[in-house]
């Protein structure tokens, strides 16, 4: 491999997710009490909800009388631990006079009674926590949950990352019922699908801010028709029928930092593109061997990666090459990727793994 701002690497075929249509149907004729709500978020996904559904408690306090807001405790964060980090829905709903439960876990709690009366809807929206039986239950509607993705595909709790990684061409929005013990597998209540704008550029918060209001709409959408009143009127899962997908259906698992980790031998040079705008920088512990064969690891940090020009260079021709900007050597500062890299005074090769 040649130090010389490219890399080569394998190709493969860029996976695309088929997405399929579902709508709520027609106007619901199922009548309720009114909702006292337990609204249970964290970020910019879930405060969009909450604020929709704010919205239209006040339009019609007959359909929402009330909404509690549970999320989890803030923590400490930066050198040493002494910043603070409050979840960001907290903010929101406290500016919307809410009243706020921080909770870690629902183990020992208790739902709030507003007005001396039981919460019967409980809303989860990029939560976190599974709504245990024992509160699901109590909630004489039990619960809705808006997940971004054409469910049951990339479940999980990172549809959004996964959906862009996958070189998807379509998102959609899912509104399900809460399941008591296993998250993404409701009952679904309504799917929408939409095309990704800019597919080839769009990163996550480009998304998440494209189908944030999407989803709080759905939800909307579904509490004035009801929809969480049984007998549920289900849409057709494309697990259902055989012949609706062609590939095995995906998982939208938590994102880790190892996931950044370049794999030079394996990854193409679309993947490594992909995977640094949708993740990040990327990162690839590098031997350095020293004039004198002393091997020293670091960490080498790598950020603004594009496709690689053609080269008359046979040995970073093919079967791809990627560019590198900027990067940073552990400890370091980032710079312009070939000044970062030269600078070392390492002399010797370097090896990326």
């Known amino acids: 491999m040649k130090l010389s701002g490219c890399w080569t690497i394998l190709r493969h075929p860029s996976l695309f997710a088929r997405a399929r249509q579902y709508d709520i149907r027609g106007l619901s004729t199922k009548v309720s009490d009114p909702l006292r709500i337990l609204f249970c978020g964290s970020e910019d996904f879930s405060i969009a909800?909450?604020?929709?559904?704010?919205?239209?408690?006040?339009k019609d306090p007959n359909l929402i009388a009330s909404?509690?807001?549970v999320c989890k405790p803030g923590k400490r964060v930066g050198r040493g631990l002494k910043g603070f980090r409050e979840?960001?829905?907290k903010a929101v709903a406290e500016d919307l006079n809410?009243?706020?439960h921080e909770i870690p876990t629902f183990t020992g709690w208790n739902p709030p009674e507003p007005h001396n009366k039981p919460i019967n809807l409980i809303v989860a929206v990029s939560f976190g926590l599974l709504v245990p039986p024992r509160i699901l239950s109590r909630a004489k509607y039990g619960g809705l949950n808006v997940h971004p993705s054409l469910l049951p595909d990339f479940r999980g709790p990172a549809p959004l990352h996964h959906t862009l990684l996958s070189d998807c061409k379509t998102t959609?929005?899912?509104?399900q019922t809460l399941h008591p013990?296993?998250?993404?597998h409701g009952t679904i209540l309504a799917q929408t699908a939409y095309p990704i704008p800019n597919p080839e550029t769009c990163t996550v918060p480009q998304l998440l801010q494209y189908v944030a209001p999407k989803g709080a709409a759905m939800l909307v959408r579904g509490l004035r028709d009801r929809v969480f009143v049984p007998p549920y009127d289900e849409v057709e899962r494309p697990e259902d029928t055989a012949q609706s997908l062609d590939r095995p259906l995906r998982r939208a698992s938590m994102i880790h930092p190892e996931d950044s980790h370049i794999n030079w031998g394996r990854w193409p040079a679309e993947e490594i593109v992909r995977k640094n705008r949708v993740l990040g920088p990327l990162w690839s512990e590098a031997t350095f061997t020293t004039k004198d064969d002393l091997p020293t690891v670091k960490r080498i940090i790598f950020d603004g990666i594009s496709l690689g020009r053609?080269?008359?260079d046979s040995r970073i021709l093919e079967p791809g090459n990627v560019t590198i900007a900027r990067a940073k050597v552990e400890g370091g500062v980032e710079k312009e990727a070939r000044k970062a890299l030269t600078g070392l005074k390492w002399g010797g090769?370097?090896?990326l793994r």
Not at 181 to 184: L, R
Request: aromatic share 4%; no cysteine.
């Open 49 to 58: 909800s909450l604020r929709a559904v704010h919205d239209e408690h006040i």
């Open 67 to 69: 909404i509690d807001v």
């Open 87 to 89: 979840v960001p829905i």
């Open 98 to 100: 809410l009243p706020v």
């Open 172 to 175: 959609g929005i899912t509104l």
């Open 181 to 184: 013990s296993k998250f993404d």
């Open 310 to 312: 053609e080269t008359t």
């Open 349 to 351: 090769k370097l090896i």
